[in-house]
C-alpha cells in the first residue's frame, strides 16, 4: 500500500500544482492594476520568476503573452520586464522559449507608453547576453521583419530601439543575417511612411558596426552613405544627432573602406559643425575629429566624389551669400571702365599733316595714360573684392553669434523642462503619498467604527439578557 501511494501521488499532484500556478500567477497580475497592491503583486511575480521550475517556464510565459492592451501599464510595463529577470535568472534554460518570448516583446512594441518600449529594449539586450545556446537570428530576424513591415509608428520605433540594443550587446551577432538585412532596412531612409527615422539611423549605425571590417560591402555604402549624410541637415535635430552617429560608426567599423570616403564626408561634417543644438553640435565635431584621424584616400577611389560635391552644394546653398561680384560681372565692370586710349592705341587715327615724329609722341603718350588707367582699374575691381570679403566675414560672425545665443536659449529652455518634470514628479509623489495616508486613515477608521458596532451588539445583548 505505501508503494502504491508513492506512485499515484506524483500523477496527481503535478496538475494540481500547474493549476495553483496559474490561478496565482493571474491573480498577481490583476494585483498589479490596484495601486495599493501593486508592489507587493509585483514582489510576488518576481519571486515566482526566479523559483519556476523548466517544466514550469511554458506556462509563465504564457500568462504574461495573454497580457493585452487594456490592461494598465504596470502590468504591460512588468510582463516585460518579467522576461527580463527570466532571462538574468535561468539563462540558457530557456533556449526552447526563445521564440516565444521575442513574440511577447514584439506584442509590446505598439504600445503608446515609452516606458513599456523601454522596458522590450532591456529585455531583447537581457535575452541576446543570457540565452546565448540558439542562434542571433532567433531574437534578430522577428524585430528585422518588424522593423520593415510594421506600418504602426510605435511599433518602427520599438522595433529599431530593440535591434540595435540587441546587436550592440551580442558577442556574436549573425554577421551574414544583417548583410542581407542592411539594404532592405536602408531603404527605408528613403520611405515616406516610415516616421522613426532617428530611430531606424541608430539601427543602421548598430548594424554597419557589427558588419564593419568583417565582410563589409562596398557597394551598399556606396548607396547608403550618401542617404545617411543628407540627414545631417534634417529638421530633426534628432534625426541629425542620429545621423551623425551613423557616420561615426562608419569611421571606426569601417578601417579600410571609410578611408574612401574622407573626402565627401569632411566636407559635409565641416559645413554641419555649428548646429545650434548643443547636443547635435558636440556629436558633429567628435565623428569630424574621428574622420580626421583616418588616411587620407587614394586619388582613383574616391567614390563618394560626386554625392559628396553635391551634398555640400545643397547644404552651402541655405547659408546667406551676400551679393558679391563674380568673375563675369568684373570683367563687364573692367570693360566698362577701359579707357579710351587703349581703343586709340589699337586703333590710330589716320596721319594727317602734322609731322611723323610728332604723332608717335602722341600715340606713346596715350599708351602712357591707359596703363595708368588699367591700373586704376584694376585696383578699383580688387577693392571691391576685398570691401566684398569683409562684408562676408562679418555676416558669418553675426550668424555665428546668433548660433550661439540659439543655443544658449535652447539649454536654457531644456533645464526650464527638466526642473519642470522634477516638480511635477515630486508633486506626484506627494500626491501619492497623500491617497497612502488616506487610504490608511479611511482602513483604520473604518476597523474602528466596526469594532464599536460590535461592542455595543454584544453590551445591548448582555444587557437584554
Known amino acids: 500500500m505505501p508503494s502504491v501511494q508513492m506512485r499515484s501521488s506524483p500523477s496527481v499532484s503535478p496538475p494540481r500544482t500547474v493549476t495553483d500556478l496559474k490561478q496565482r500567477v493571474i491573480a498577481c497580475l490583476n494585483r498589479l492594476s490596484d495601486r495599493d497592491t501593486q508592489s507587493l503583486a509585483a514582489a510576488e511575480l518576481d519571486s515566482i520568476a526566479l523559483n519556476l521550475s523548466p517544466d514550469a517556464f511554458s506556462l509563465f510565459i504564457n500568462c504574461l503573452q495573454t497580457t493585452d492592451s487594456s490592461a494598465k501599464s504596470p502590468v504591460r510595463k512588468h510582463c516585460v520586464s518579467l522576461l527580463s529577470l527570466l532571462s538574468r535568472s535561468h539563462g540558457d534554460s530557456l ?3 526563445l521564440p516565444k518570448m521575442v513574440s511577447t516583446v514584439l506584442r509590446r512594441l505598439r504600445d503608446p507608453d515609452t516606458s513599456v518600449r523601454a522596458a522590450c529594449a532591456t529585455a ?6 543570457n540565452i546565448t545556446e540558439p542562434p542571433f537570428s532567433v ?4 524585430m528585422v521583419e518588424a522593423l ?3 506600418c504602426d509608428a510605435n511599433a518602427q520605433i520599438g522595433a529599431a530601439v530593440c535591434l540595435a540594443a540587441a546587436i550592440d550587446a551580442a ?3 549573425d554577421v551574414e543575417q544583417l548583410q542581407k538585412a542592411l539594404p532592405k532596412i536602408g531603404k527605408l531612409l ?10 531606424l539611423l541608430g539601427a543602421i549605425g548598430s548594424v554597419i558596426g557589427a558588419i564593419g571590417g568583417r565582410n563589409s560591402d562596398k557597394a551598399v555604402l556606396d548607396w547608403l552613405l550618401p542617404n545617411v549624410l543628407e540627414f545631417l541637415s534634417s529638421d530633426d535635430w534628432h534625426a541629425r544627432k542620429a545621423a551623425a552617429e551613423a557616420v561615426a560608426r562608419v569611421a571606426t567599423a569601417e578601417e579600410e573602406l571609410a578611408p574612401l570616403y574622407k573626402k565627401a564626408c569632411l566636407g559635409v561634417l565641416e559645413s554641419r559643425r555649428f548646429d545650434k543644438v548643443k547636443l547635435v553640435r558636440e556629436r558633429m565635431n567628435h565623428t569630424l575629429s574621428l574622420w580626421k584621424q583616418l588616411g587620407d584616400d587614394s586619388p582613383d577611389s574616391s567614390s563618394l566624389s560626386k554625392s559628396g560635391k553635391g551634398i555640400n552644394n545643397t547644404l552651402k546653398s541655405k547659408e546667406k551669400n551676400p551679393n558679391v561680384p563674380t568673375g563675369s560681372k568684373l570683367n563687364d565692370v573692367e570693360d566698362e571702365l577701359r579707357p579710351l586710349g587703349t581703343k586709340r592705341v589699337l586703333f590710330p587715327a589716320k596721319p594727317s599733316k602734322v609731322k611723323e615724329n610728332r604723332s608717335n609722341k602722341s600715340q606713346a603718350v596715350a599708351v602712357v595714360q591707359s596703363g595708368d588707367e588699367e591700373e586704376e582699374s584694376n585696383s578699383s575691381s580688387s577693392s571691391q573684392r576685398k570691401n566684398a570679403e569683409e ?7 553675426q550668424i555665428t553669434q546668433i548660433e550661439k545665443q540659439q543655443s544658449s536659449l535652447l539649454d536654457l529652455f531644456q533645464r526650464f523642462m527638466e526642473s519642470s518634470q522634477n516638480e511635477m514628479q515630486s508633486l506626484g509623489r506627494r500626491v ?5 495616508s488616506f487610504s490608511v486613515l479611511s482602513t483604520d477608521l473604518l476597523v474602528s467604527r466596526t469594532l464599536t458596532q460590535n461592542g455595543n451588539h454584544k453590551r445591548n445583548a448582555h444587557l437584554q439578557n
Open 95 to 97: 533556449a526552447p522559449h
Open 124 to 129: 531583447s539586450v537581457d535575452m541576446t547576453t
Open 139 to 142: 531574437l534578430a530576424g522577428p
Open 148 to 150: 520593415i513591415h510594421d
Open 171 to 173: 558577442d556574436d551577432p
Open 190 to 199: 528613403k520611405s515616406e511612411g516610415f516616421k522613426a527615422k532617428p530611430e
Open 391 to 397: 562684408e562676408l566675414s562679418l555676416i558669418r560672425n
Open 432 to 436: 501619492r503619498c497623500l491617497e497612502t
